[in-house]
């Protein structure tokens, strides 16, 4: 059972436009919220977090929205650049005091330049 | 300059033989973890430690052990009993287990 869905597993965007990560999730006890990004072969960094009590995080070009009643989160990534081009992972917790991170399947973003 | 490393980057394995893959951590974290990736698919939770001496099992535990005796170190054991251990696997570590988790740069096995 997918508790967390990233149901596009594909998406390209031209360089300098938005790009829109949507990520789903069925647990309500959900409350901490974290989009990793992924290149071939390495580790995932992480991107940005949100915890359940606000509903947007901005850091830079990367702004996460929480929306707690449709159960959706999204990242947006504006302007896209080049190096953009990745895998981006939804992450969700539990509770903040909870370790285990439970991972959606991944979009790939292809920035067309 | 600190951070997490995984050795080696690509492992190859005859079924039947257990392999040891290692995890250094040099960020003095307390918390690690084991993750593998298949292809498609999500990173799913293995094995974790919170503390030197002591760990968890994850969602998929079965066929892997591990070790803690050292808080920079946290080795992955592939037994021959885990039925489908070839993955992308990747540890990671926070500071505690309430923090944000920083991943190591992986490991492929393929068994052949």
């Known amino acids: 059972d997918q508790q967390v869905k990233q149901n596009s597993p594909s998406l390209s965007v031209q360089e300098g436009r938005i790009s829109i990560l949507n990520c789903d999730y069925t647990?309500?006890?959900?409350?901490?919220f974290l989009w990793y990004k992924k290149y071939p072969a390495e580790g995932p960094t992480f991107l940005i977090s949100?915890?359940?009590?606000?509903d947007k995080n901005e850091d830079g070009r990367f702004t996460v929205f929480l929306n707690k009643s449709a159960k959706h989160l999204s990242l947006h990534i504006v302007p896209s650049q080049p190096g953009d081009s990745a895998v981006y992972f939804c992450?969700?917790?539990?509770?903040?005091?909870?370790?285990?991170?439970?991972f959606g399947t991944g979009t790939r973003l292809t920035i067309i330049p | 300059d600190g951070g997490i490393t995984q050795s080696p980057k690509y492992l190859f394995r005859k079924e039947g033989q257990n392999v040891t893959l290692s995890c250094e951590q040099n960020?003095?974290?307390?918390?690690m973890y084991w993750y593998r990736q298949d292809p498609g698919q999500g990173l799913r939770l293995i094995y974790y430690?919170?503390?030197?001496?002591?760990?968890q099992k994850g969602d998929i535990a079965e066929g892997y052990s591990v070790s803690r005796e050292k808080k920079e170190s946290f080795p992955l054991t592939v037994t021959s009993a885990q039925k489908n251990p070839t993955a992308f696997y990747l540890c990671?570590?926070?500071?505690?287990?309430?923090?944000?988790?920083?991943f190591g740069p992986g490991t492929r096995l393929t068994v052949l």
């Open positions: 990671a570590s926070s500071r505690q287990r309430t923090d944000t988790q920083y």
């Open positions: 647990n309500s006890m959900f409350d901490y």
């Open positions: 949100i915890s359940s009590i606000k």
């Open positions: 992450a969700a917790k539990l509770s903040i005091g909870n370790e285990k991170l439970t």
């Open positions: 960020l003095n974290h307390d918390a």
């Open positions: 430690s919170q503390i030197v001496n002591d760990f």
